[in-house]
């Protein structure tokens, strides 16, 4: 099952579905024991992400939660927006990738943008250490990837086409574990 919705791009869409279409993010079937028909099992609320000034325009942010009857766990679905385990945009995670494949340092990305020195090296090295798994899966999508010579190229290239937030889209739709 995919955690995310990848057509799901702004936070604004994102409340607007909740209200007219919630059945939208009803996975089709249990994340953990595979079975359909899960209910709607009301919702966690969540710190919009840091660093684009919208937290203030949104009073608070909800994620449904759904429960399945078969093993009576429940489970919830993201908009493409928001990362699964982090307290940023893929946006801003984006930019600062961007600066570190152009050859910035980690320091110096940590300088003059928002995050941690620790969170922009976790995030590069996670770039680095996860770079054959995501590639095997965005490659044999987009086969002109393959031409690239390293990862950080990969990378590089792969922005040249296309968001991290779809990127990610991608990845979690193929299974792959998203960071
Ligand atoms: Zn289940």
């Not at 093993?71 to 990738?97: A, D, F, M, N, T």
């Not at 086969?143 to 792969?158: A, N």
């Not at 296309?162 to 990127?167: C, E, K, S």
Request: charged residues 20%.
């Amino acid at each position: 099952m995919t955690r995310i919705l990848p057509e799901i791009a702004t936070l604004e869409q994102h409340q607007q579905q909740v209200l007219n279409d919630p059945d939208a993010y009803r996975p089709a079937c249990c994340p953990h024991c595979g079975k359909s028909g899960l209910h709607h099992h009301g919702y966690y609320e969540r710190n919009a992400p840091k660093g684009e000034g919208i937290a203030f325009l949104l009073r608070a942010l909800f994620i449904l939660r759904f429960f399945c009857p078969g093993c009576r766990r429940s489970c919830s679905r993201l908009p493409g927006c928001l990362s699964p385990r982090r307290h940023y945009w893929w946006k801003s995670q984006q930019e600062v990738l961007e600066l570190l494949i152009a050859g910035h340092s980690i320091y110096g990305v940590a300088q003059q943008k928002w995050p941690y020195y620790r969170t922009v090296r976790r995030w590069w090295k996670r770039l680095e250490t996860c770079f054959e798994q995501h590639a095997l899966s965005l490659r044999s999508r987009f086969p002109d990837l393959g031409r690239s010579v390293d990862w950080k190229d990969f990378w590089s290239q792969s922005f040249s086409i296309m968001t991290l937030a779809q990127v990610m889209g991608w990845l979690d739709h193929d299974g792959v574990y998203v960071p």
